[in-house]
């Protein structure tokens, strides 16, 4: 009876630790491919398609900017309000990444960095010229590839 009982035991942890290994590691547990969210998106990952609606977001609001004020603005707090950017994104953490906004004289710098990089999460960078950067070995630059539209 004793050795049963141990059996049980063992038995008992041991599902209990495949369970927590599968709880910590989604795709194993059957966690589905990235779904582009429309024909020609760029995103490897739903973090990723977040990180570049607000990329876009931003770029639209300093195009319609510089539009009515006749230069491009100088910080995240002068877009509120301006095409669809919310006060929530002047905040510098984004989701899974950080934001780093740089006005420069007749233009801006944007870099979006995640918190983990991998191939599901590049790092980004957009200026006024309007093509977004992207990278997945180090922080995007200007000279990192151009991602596809």
Do not use: C
Request: a positive charge; charged letters at 25%.
């Amino acid at each position: 009876m004793k050795t049963l009982g141990r059996l049980m035991r063992r038995w008992a942890a041991l599902v209990t630790l495949g369970t927590i290994v599968l709880a910590a590691t989604p795709r194993l547990a059957g966690q589905t491919a990235y779904q582009p969210k429309f024909p020609g998106d760029p995103a490897h990952s739903d973090s990723e398609a977040v990180a570049l609606g607000y990329a876009r977001t931003l770029m639209r609001a300093q195009h319609l900017y510089k539009k009515k004020n006749g230069q491009y603005a100088t910080s995240l707090t002068q877009l509120v309000h301006v095409g669809t950017f919310t006060r929530r994104m002047t905040e510098t953490q984004q989701g899974d990444y950080k934001v780093n906004f740089h006005p420069r004289k007749d233009g801006f710098e944007l870099t979006m960095i995640p918190k983990q990089p991998d191939a599901d999460h590049r790092s980004f960078y957009a200026n006024e010229k309007g093509a977004i950067h992207g990278d997945d070995q180090k922080t995007a630059t200007e000279d990192s590839p151009v991602l596809k539209r």
